[in-house]
């Protein structure tokens, strides 16, 4: 999934839609969100491997680029050494999310994805509006998001606390 997705940002770099791309208004949100993902603090794997896996999944057609399916992208990885060496950064952070800071990392990246879906679809016609996960977010990832993410690269994005904001635990033993 991860792969598909860099893959999809490679082909816009590839057939050079970011220039055209940042003339419009979404364009430029897009752009600005790229930005986020690929910065220090928020990506995942660092960006020549992310890079380098989204290229992976990339195949070139006559006329356009488009990415690989699974299958192709599972025997690649288990017959190439190349593929799998630019795949072990990503394979590792998987390894490792039973780390608080690793699948923090992991989950924030995700509220990312999750607000460019919300905010370059708001009427959610092509995709599903579904739920933040806000709970399983540490204090530490929420002021990160609050302050850095949507403080710093993403101050457009509506309704922030959607991604961020902990729901306030029930009273036991009802209401007085």
Known sequence: ??????????????????????????????????????????????????RAIGELLVKGAPDYRRTIGYIEFVRSVETGEDA???????????????????????????????????????????????PSYPNKLTERTRKDLRFRVFGVYLKFVPRKEKYQLKNKPKRKGGAK
């Open 1 to 50: 999934m991860f792969g598909r997705f860099w893959a999809q940002i490679e082909i816009i770099r590839q057939e050079g839609l970011t220039v055209a791309i940042t003339k419009d208004k979404r364009g430029a949100k897009l752009q600005n969100f790229l930005a986020c993902l690929e910065s220090r603090r928020v990506r995942i794997v660092d960006r020549t491997s992310q």
């Open 84 to 130: 799998r060496r630019w795949v072990e950064p990503l394979a590792t952070v998987f390894r490792r999310t039973h780390h608080t800071a690793d699948r923090q990392r992991l989950l924030q990246y995700g509220v990312v994805v999750h607000a460019l879906i919300d905010t370059l679809d708001p009427t959610h016609a092509v995709t599903s509006d579904r």
